[in-house]
């Protein structure tokens, strides 16, 4: 009887390696498990605790906390949370960035800030954009060096400030915890509206997240007169929704030989629909997405396959290629369950409608073919005919000759299936 040959150990090994190079589903962060280490912080990790805002982090990742040490919190804690009643619950949220960032992300902030989504801005109760912090790059005084300070963006945002003291802890892509020198409170921010905690939130009014938040004006305004903003608030009572909308400068940076705006109004409802995933992923589970093709709102009304966007890990953040864009998230702009809305680099054209064969995605001309139409490779004016080389046999003789480089590139394959071969059979023996 024959001997059954054992499984190749290369076989075994590559599945291992396959597996390991998956991406695992992000996980939510205990908070309290986290800080329990750092003894220093022990009375705002008790805040925390005590408060709702651990158990909301629980089903979330890719956060930023901004914790403060004991030493810098009001001499009682618990009377302060007495004092503040409900509105230390908002105060902590304030804490929570709904963003990744590294020491490394703080030393290239822009000259002009970065504005970063909060926990809080998720409550509905925060004024037009309040719910957010402006990290900003400060010079020190006598130095060179420069610190980094934690404020409202409101145009009067008080004396509530705090500079990051330093970076206390990470796990990588999932929570980083900066120490800041005392609690944060946000500007506007009405005590007696915030006071019930179980008051159930109103939908979500995706054009008006996108006018508070300033920088989207011309993809509110689209959304709003197209009545796809219509569309997503119905879509938030299913899977929920995900949009990726692009600054006013995206806008502002398309060629002009795009014609976006020029489009009848059902194409460019078309070209709003590719912004949007049909179901809810918040920031940690796009960095995380085990399958990369996704379907878009536009998808839905055509056939399966078509209008989708790939959405892959890059450099810490979350790239977006659409088979003619490559755009990048720039910021979370609102993030509560079933609704998700992040700031994209560059408006997203799909391949579709915008396809062009150029390594630039930013530039070339754009065409517009019918969506159901097969290109044309027949030979017409400006198109050359593919040339098709087949094994000579099927010709008859030696007519048609691949060119030396196949050739080579053929005797190479051979040699690397041959090594691979031995290798599978080297146990055997």
């Known amino acids: ?15 291992l390696v396959l597996l390991a190079a998956l991406p695992s589903p992000a996980a939510g962060v205990n908070v309290t498990a986290v800080l329990v280490a750092f003894p220093n912080f022990s009375d705002f990790t008790r805040l925390l605790a005590s408060s709702p805002v651990a158990a909301e982090l629980a089903g979330r990742s890719s956060l930023t906390l901004l914790a403060v040490p004991n030493a810098n919190l009001p001499r009682s804690p618990s009377a302060f949370a007495a004092a503040s009643g409900a509105d230390l619950a908002d105060v902590l949220r304030y804490h929570v960035l709904l963003e990744y960032l590294s020491p490394s992300d703080l030393a290239r902030l822009p000259a002009s800030g970065k504005l970063v989504t909060t926990l809080f801005q998720t409550t509905g109760r925060a004024p037009s954009d309040f719910g957010a912090v402006n990290l900003t790059a400060v010079a020190a005084a006598g130095s060179n060096s420069t610190t980094v300070v934690v404020r409202s963006p409101s145009p009067s945002p008080g004396p509530s400030n705090a500079t990051v003291l330093g970076a206390v802890t990470s796990e990588p892509y999932n929570i980083s915890v900066l120490a800041v020198g005392g609690l944060i409170v946000p500007s506007g921010l ?111 009304s055509a056939e399966a396959g078509r209008f989708t966007l790939n959405i892959t890990r890059f450099n810490g953040s979350v790239a977006i290629d659409t088979g003619v864009v490559q755009a990048t998230i720039t910021r979370t702009v609102f993030d509560q369950n079933p609704v998700a809305v992040f700031a994209v680099s560059k408006v997203l054209l799909p391949k579709e409608m915008f396809g062009r064969p150029t390594t630039d995605t930013a530039a070339g001309a754009a065409a517009a073919p019918p969506a159901t139409k097969a290109p044309d490779v027949s030979g017409g004016v400006g198109t050359r005919p593919a040339k098709l080389f087949s094994p000579p046999a099927l010709h008859g003789g030696t007519d048609i000759k691949p060119s030396s480089a196949s050739a080579r590139a053929s005797a190479n394959w051979r040699c690397i299936g041959l090594l691979y071969l031995s290798l599978l059979l080297l146990p055997l023996v």
């Open 190 to 300: 009405d005590i007696a509206a915030s006071g019930s905690e179980t008051r159930p939130s109103p939908a979500v009014n995706i054009t008006r997240v996108l006018f508070d938040a300033r920088g989207f004006n011309v993809a509110a305004s689209m959304l709003e007169a197209s009545g796809v903003a219509d569309d997503l608030e119905a879509d938030e009572r299913g899977a929920g929704v995900t949009v990726f909308v692009p600054t006013d400068d995206a806008f502002a940076d398309l060629p002009a030989t795009d014609r976006l705006q020029s489009l009848p109004a059902d194409r460019k409802a078309v070209v709003l629909r590719f912004h949007v995933l049909h179901s809810y992923y918040p920031l940690g589970s796009l960095q995380s997405i085990v399958n990369p093709v996704q379907p878009t709102l536009a998808t839905e």
């Open 1 to 15: 009887m024959g001997r059954a040959s054992p499984p190749a150990p290369g076989l075994a090994l590559g599945v």
